[in-house]
């Protein structure tokens, strides 16, 4: 064989051999596609299509949805919400901040922050926010990503 000859030949073996690797690529996804159902709970705690754990980012916007939401980035797992005065006592407004810190279902993946103005004369004023009230949000938010969880295995 010449040089020039090997040189066109060189092209076409190497689309032969990518044409094999691919069919045999497909070949073996295509046996993986038996009628078994996937076995999900396997997985169940770790749903992260967002980038954030989808139990806990549901469950993080459920439990702030009274207050308006000034952010919702569920790549970052990011949730801030506008100031938010209930009406039973406006003169006393809150804003939140929910972080979903890993792609697990675990207590330690959600921070909750929590900032209180308080009303004095027309100017709004920054006032402690007591710990049991994001530790109260945080188990809330927890609670309902567990309860979201049993309720996607148990369908």
């Known amino acids: 064989m010449t040089r020039a000859n090997s040189a066109l030949f060189r092209p076409a073996l190497r689309h032969t051999i ?16 038996g009628s078994d159902r996937p076995r999900t709970e396997l997985q ?3 749903i992260n299509t967002i ?3 989808a139990y806990l980012w549901r469950a993080a916007l ?27 006592n406006p003169n006393e407004r809150v804003k939140m901040t929910v972080t979903i810190l890993d792609q697990d279902l675990r207590a ?3 921070r909750v922050a929590a900032s209180r103005q308080i009303n ?3 100017n709004w004023v920054e006032a402690p926010v007591q710990a049991a009230t994001v530790q109260k949000l945080e188990d809330i938010i927890l609670t309902k990503a567990r309860d979201l969880r049993r309720q996607a295995l148990a369908s």
């Open 108 to 110: 330690d993946a959600l």
């Open 44 to 46: 169940a705690a770790q």
């Open 51 to 53: 980038g954030v754990n």
């Open 18 to 33: 990518r044409a094999a690797l691919i069919g045999g690529a497909l070949f073996a996804l295509a046996a993986c596609g």
């Open 120 to 122: 004095d004369s027309g």
């Open 62 to 88: 459920e439990t702030v949805s009274f207050a308006p939401l000034l952010q919702a980035d569920s790549a970052g797992g990011v949730i801030v919400t506008d100031w938010y005065a209930n009406p039973a």
